[in-house]
């Protein structure tokens, strides 16, 4: 561990060059504070520099999925599809770093190896295994909630001769798989966004399936010219709307139970929200994602499409989900069901026991082997805590993060962590986050990070830390709403519960936005209540 030896010396130290990373830095350069962001990748853009595959696509509408700080950025980018892909994203976040000069201040290809407290000068020893280690007053963590692949320790897959991917991990250079035998693991976004891209180019695709997901069709359309320019108009009053949503979307859901209509009105309503596209089959009735009776009635809904896109009735069987909608994120795809329809694509339920093991030529399950020459891993993230559980990162009395979060994530707000001054994390557990359109949420958070350290630096204290008490209590709070909500009895990567071993804990805040935005508001305006302000 390092003593407190002194080393290039910066205001606020970011790790991360994501969306929330780089916004960070903006905003604490345009308060006159010297920051600067780390990131072992070679680019910017985060989880969109990693999750290059053929088909990655946001599941948030594109004018949506977009900063809102600046009203020049906000009407000079013009986005080309209702959902942007992969690489357009990555354009748009490099528009934004070359537009506001950003790039002095990035050091990519580095990867931060520590960051630790030193309480005798209240500063942040971050070492890299770059050229050079930095002190920081503020450590502000960008890391984000789904960029830590989750890598199943398969048996055997050492032995196996053919090439495995990850989607989290996807080559930079062309993947061809024409003429392969290809498998894919994973049914959740990652997986029902790849896998029809495979099937069109591969000889043979295997999809080895755990759970089947609810998947909406996204109905993902080119923007015309007209329709963009009037949401550019109106962007202001749309996105104020949309704060006043739960997750902070543009789509506001009908006011009305789905069990307050007959079964033939609730299917059309369904359809509707259908047709609309994406996510709009959640917000089509007020309860789906509360109300376990109208959540089967949006179940069954979806079960319907399936049998229709899907003639052979054994394979709609297996693709038909049996657990609650919404209760895992609701996947949007392109052409998904209708994939199982080509002869060159096998469905396989993985049975209890799941991949047994890897041999050199494939793998084995269910007592058979398949043969494969490349597998894709469409596996998921060890989401929320698995890039900051990987850093080792020490704050008071020398305690580390991972200890500290021994039993799952506690946090005041998502923010910060008792034990850990000084010590930021824009999205973090705890905070509404992955249940909300990250964007404005990031936005949310960067901007209140910003104004406390401006705060700090006007008022000259020394440091803020998330008192014990107000934590716990958040913490206590953020159970009890979850512990009332459908989402909670899932085994979904939102209670960690697709990484062995990891404590189970609903991580996301799932009070609403607007709670959430009111409460975080509240304790500035009470002079940062529950935090501990020193020296
Ligand atoms: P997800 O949604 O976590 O999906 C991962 C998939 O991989 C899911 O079908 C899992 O099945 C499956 N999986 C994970 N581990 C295994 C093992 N050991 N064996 C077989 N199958 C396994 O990750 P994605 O990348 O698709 O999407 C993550 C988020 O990114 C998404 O929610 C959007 O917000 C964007 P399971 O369901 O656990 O049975």
């Known amino acids: 561990m390092s003593t407190c030896k002194k080393t290039s010396s910066l205001d606020a130290l970011i790790v991360g060059a994501g969306?929330?990373?780089?916004?960070?830095?903006?905003?604490?350069?345009?308060?006159?504070?010297?920051?600067?962001?780390i990131d072992v990748a070679s680019g910017v853009g985060g989880t969109w520099f990693w999750n290059r595959y053929p088909g990655a696509r946001c599941d948030v509408e594109s004018m949506f999925y977009s900063y809102s700080f600046d009203k020049g950025l906000e009407?000079?980018?013009?986005?080309?599809?209702?959902?942007p892909a992969q690489p357009e994203i990555l354009k748009y976040i490099n528009h934004v770093a070359d537009r506001f000069d950003l790039w002095p201040d990035?050091?990519?290809?580095?990867?931060?190896?520590?960051?630790?407290y030193c309480?005798?000068?209240?500063?942040?020893?971050?070492?890299?295994?770059?050229?050079?280690?930095?002190?920081?007053?503020?450590?502000?963590?960008?890391?984000?909630?789904?960029?830590?692949?989750?890598?199943p320790d398969f048996a055997g897959l050492k032995n196996f001769d053919g090439r495995v991917f990850h989607t989290g991990k996807w080559p930079h250079s062309e993947v061809d798989f024409s003429g392969h035998h290809v498998g894919v693991i994973g049914t959740g976004s990652s997986g029902v966004q790849i896998i029809p891209e495979i099937a069109k180019q591969a000889a043979h695709l295997t999809v080895f399936q755990r759970t089947p997901s609810y998947v909406a069709?996204?109905?993902?359309?080119?923007?015309?010219?007209?329709?963009?320019?009037?949401?550019?108009?109106?962007?202001?009053?749309?996105r104020a709307a949309a704060k006043k949503t739960f997750g902070g979307f543009t789509v506001v859901a009908n006011e009305q139970s789905a069990m307050s209509v007959s079964e033939e009105e609730c299917r059309n309503i369904l359809e509707e929200?259908?047709?609309a596209g994406g996510n709009s089959l959640m917000t089509s009735f007020i309860d789906i994602a509360d109300n376990e009776n109208s959540n089967v009635r949006a179940q069954e809904f979806v079960r319907n499409k399936i049998r229709q896109a899907v003639p052979n009735a054994e394979t709609a069987e297996k693709l038909s989900p049996k657990h609650l909608i919404g209760c895992k994120r609701l996947c949007l795809g392109t052409n998904y069901y209708e994939t199982y329809n080509r002869e060159n694509v096998t469905l396989v339920s993985l049975g209890d026991k799941g991949v047994e093991k890897f041999t050199a030529t494939g793998l084995v399950t269910e007592g058979y082997e398949i043969e494969i020459d490349d597998l894709v891993m469409a596996t998921g993230f060890d989401a929320m805590t698995g890039a900051l559980s990987r850093i080792p990162i020490y704050g008071r009395d020398n305690i580390s993060l991972n200890k500290a979060w021994e039993a799952g994530p506690r946090t005041y707000l998502g923010l910060m962590t008792h034990g850990f001054p000084n010590?930021?994390?824009?999205?973090?557990?705890?905070?509404?986050?992955?249940l909300s359109n990250m964007l404005p949420t990031i936005e949310?958070?960067?901007?209140?990070?910003?104004?406390?350290?401006?705060?700090?630096?006007?008022?000259?204290?020394?440091?803020?830390?998330?008192?014990?008490?107000?934590?716990d209590d958040w913490v206590a709070h953020g159970n009890e709403v979850a512990s009332k909500t459908l989402r909670y009895s899932c085994s979904s990567w939102y209670l960690g519960a697709n990484v062995p071993g990891k404590p189970r804990i609903f991580m996301p805040y799932i009070g609403g936005m607007p709670a959430y935005r009111e409460k975080c508001a509240a304790v500035v305006a009470a002079g940062y209540e529950g935090f501990y302000l020193n020296g």
């Open 19 to 37: 969306f929330g990373g780089i916004y960070m830095l903006y905003k604490l350069r345009s308060i006159g504070l010297s920051a600067k962001i």
């Open 75 to 83: 009407q000079e980018w013009e986005w080309t599809e209702r959902y």
């Open 106 to 116: 990035i050091l990519l290809k580095t990867r931060v190896i520590s960051a630790v």
């Open 119 to 151: 309480e005798t000068d209240a500063t942040w020893l971050i070492a890299t295994d770059g050229d050079g280690d930095f002190s920081a007053r503020f450590c502000i963590m960008a890391t984000g909630c789904l960029s830590a692949a989750n890598t």
């Open 217 to 238: 069709e996204a109905f993902n359309r080119p923007l015309d010219e007209a329709g963009q320019m009037e949401t550019k108009a109106n962007y202001a009053e749309i």
């Open 273 to 275: 929200g259908w047709k």
């Open 423 to 434: 010590f930021f994390t824009i999205t973090g557990p705890g905070s509404p986050s992955v």
């Open 444 to 471: 949310q958070h960067v901007e209140w990070i910003a104004e406390c350290i401006d705060y700090l630096g006007k008022q000259k204290i020394m440091e803020i830390e998330a008192g014990l008490q107000a934590q």
